[in-house]
């Protein structure tokens, strides 16, 4: 069965300190993507990464990076010297092939950056 | 990339009425929408696959005569809440997939509709 489990349901942070959010997920299948979706309060969801399984390279854009570890079936999300417009709620999501291009998501991780 | 639009934003009902939301790929064809319904502080829940042409298919547990869902054209999905009630109200999401062209089918979110049912 296919899971994703965001095991951190709120953090709060002071702006400028760093914050990691985990995310572990399951899949018996050996082709998947991961991908992190940002929420902020007006709701629309912002897709921030893909990443397909046979890429476990990290990826870093601008204060977002992202640790890709199939060993420990995690693909955690790091966001460097946060900032207050950071706040949101963030979703961790698999696909896999099996599942005809449904997206499960994780049950997210709401971000406070306090001023 | 591309976009996908939902209509109407927000909308307010009576209990017992029906509820019509309207999703759209603005920019390319999509024979597969989804649709989602995210209850307050609560993740987003796959409802149904909308497929253009036939009969969407629906999650387990998801009431298939309560939301009706109709496919179409290759741009538009709609979603009819029907008889609605307070545990209706929900903030529903859609998705379109952009086919074709990768290895990969993009799916593209759109904004939202939330749904208060009085």
């Not at chain 1, 300190?17 to 899949?27: A, G, H, I, K, Q």
């Not at chain 1, 990443?51 to 060993?71: A, L």
């Not at chain 2, 809440?81 to 993009?106: K, M, Q, R, W």
Request: proline share 3%; charged share 20%.
């Amino acid at each position: 069965a296919q899971k994703v489990t965001q095991a951190q349901t709120e953090i709060s942070v002071v702006e400028k300190e760093d914050v990691t959010l985990d995310c572990v997920y399951e899949t018996r299948d050996t082709t998947y993507y991961l991908f992190w979706y940002k929420q902020p309060p007006s709701g629309e969801l912002v897709f921030l990464i893909r990443r397909n399984s046979f890429d476990e390279q990290n990826e870093i854009s601008g204060r977002y990076s992202w640790n890709f570890q199939k060993s420990t079936s995690s693909f955690n999300f790091t966001i460097t010297a946060s900032q207050v417009v950071d706040s949101a709620v963030y979703f961790c999501a698999l696909s896999d092939l099996n599942r005809d291009d449904k997206i499960i998501f994780g049950k997210g991780t709401r971000l406070h950056i306090l001023p | 990339g591309a976009v996908v639009s939902q209509h109407p934003s927000w909308v307010i009902c009576k209990s017992g009425t029906s509820v019509k939301i309207e999703c759209r790929s603005l920019d390319f064809q999509a024979t597969t929408m989804f649709w989602y319904r995210q209850f307050p502080k609560q993740s987003l829940m796959l409802m149904a696959t909308s497929n253009e042409g036939s009969k969407a298919t629906y999650e387990q547990g998801v009431e298939k005569d309560k939301f009706l869902i109709n496919h179409a054209s290759l741009t538009l999905s709609t979603l009819t809440v029907t008889s609605a009630h307070p545990e209706d109200s929900s903030f529903y999401i859609c998705s379109a997939l952009e086919t074709g062209g990768s290895s990969y089918n993009e799916q593209f979110f759109g904004p939202g509709t939330r749904l208060t049912v009085l």
